[in-house]
């Protein structure tokens, strides 16, 4: 009896002693995959906003003869992303916009030749950027333009340049020299204007921001070009070009 | 006498042994002690509306996520588990086109069929304006947590409460939730009048609330983001500047944890962070055992050892 009692004490000191008062915890991080069966009452709730979801998605807007897409220095596509930045902005936020921009890594796909549903327009800006207003000096914006320059140009609209040696040369704004006294009104998405994509220049200027998202401005102006009449053909033309 | 003392002996013996051989088979070892509560924790943190997986478009997530299959694995873990908390740590809302068209309502009633305890609200929570979260709070089952927004004059005045104490078996848990900064994130419109304030010193008032009413465990559903490099307040400096919590649920930064950090509180306590990416990506999971011992003393601060993947 006598070492099973001695046993029993020693047990007693290091289990309730070491292990017994210490509060434990186990993690866990279940990876949410395709093999894991579906919950049915779950799915069958999520069924009648699916369908109507892909109904939005599939809901045709517009119409583009030939397509477009993404190219540097300058695209239809990056066109018709600006313009529509440009008009819809100056709708929005009822004042004049000299410039808008879209940062060429920001355009994630392109506008296919026939229909142009919603989902077309969510497949190229699928971010919940926010269209935003700022004004900013002449110098600022100059500097701005030569970041675009040294990145092989970005879309831009109510802007022609030239790019010389990873520069901004020969800009106009609004068919003027740009000046670098005066002050511009430019749009921008949340995401260029907060200084991602290093536009450092632009962080310091205050934010005019409504809260809409891009998307919808571009989604606005598929409808407003097709209201009028017109496919979704936006050209190339010299706005951004690389000059000896 | 001789009769008590073998069964004294029979007795410790048999929970000697028991303490001994339960660590061999891992998390089982709590599961079957009588010297610990139970509580198993189940969270989420930015989900951004996605309810179905990702679509099959080649990229990196196709297939993945889907708040069908996380139903699923909740209620297996509801079947074996004793007590289990269901949390979400905010930005429900945004980023597939179920928010555009609906504006929240099937993320909310999807949780409450899920049977989620609490949640909090993130900076995206925000997206479709103050007043729409009120409207979509009607759908909610559970408890949208804020203990540093001050919504006077918004609508969601009266609609969130602070923390909820919840009953788990003999375990009384406290969770309570906290807001990042929204100036400069949301636009002041959508806000409207909601007054941030100071995340830390409302967490330790808070905190310090649910210990003298004595909760055992005191959870922080935290959207402030895990940590940042400049000064920024981050779930990282509430946890070494708090006296209470046991844990923050945390979100806002999408970072997926390998495991639970573990801090330093201003006690001398061990405060853990968590968080589990976003997109319902991950269904994160803590399994405590809380010692009844510690728990009858309960002068110490809280400790606790992280064991390990259950």
Redesign the interface.
Known sequence: ?RP??K??VF??IC??GA????????????????N????????A??AK??D??SK??NNVIGFSVSGMSKHQPESGLGNFMTDALKNIGEKIFNQKIDAAFVNFGGVRSYIPKGNIT?GSI?EIMPF?N?LILQKVRGDSLISFLNHIAERNGWPLSGITMGIKEKKAVNVMIGDKPINADSVYTIANSDYVANGGDNTTMLKVFPKI???VLIRDVLIDYVKLLTEKGNSIDVKTEKRIEYVN | MLINRKTF?KQ??F???G??AS?LI??GF?AE?K?FYNLTILHTNDVHSR???FPMDGSKNS???????????I?QIRKEAEHVLLLDAGDIF??T??F???KGE?EI??MS??GYDAGTMGN?DF?G?IENFATQLKHASFPILLCNYDFTNTALENKTVPYKIFQKGNLKVGVFGIGIELKGLV????YGNTIYKNPIECANTTADFLKRHGCHLIICLSHLGDRYDDNKISDEVLAKENYDIDLIIGGHTHR??T??KKYVNKKGGDT?V?Q?GWA????????????K??IKKSIKP?????????
């Open positions: 009896m099973v009692f046993l029993t047990l007693l289990c309730f292990i017994a008062q210490q509060n434990t915890v186990s993690y866990n991080g279940y990876p949410i995959d395709g894991i069966k579906k919950d049915s009452t779950i799915n709730f999520l906003y699916r109507s979801v939005t998605m919603v969510f919940d926010l921001n409504k809260g | 002996l410790t013996a929970a000697g042994a303490l001994l660590p891992g998390s709590a002690n010297e309810l179905d997986p297939g993945l996520g889907g708040i069908a299959a996380r139903a699923t694995i209620e945004q980023g086109p179920f555009n068209i609906y099937p009633k999807a069929m899920m995206h997206d304006g636009p002041q419109n959508l997926f944890f495991e639970p853990l968590n589990v319902g990506l991950q269904l994160g999971r803590l399994d405590y055992s809380i010692s011992t510690n809280n400790t606790v050892l992280i064991r390990g993947k259950s």
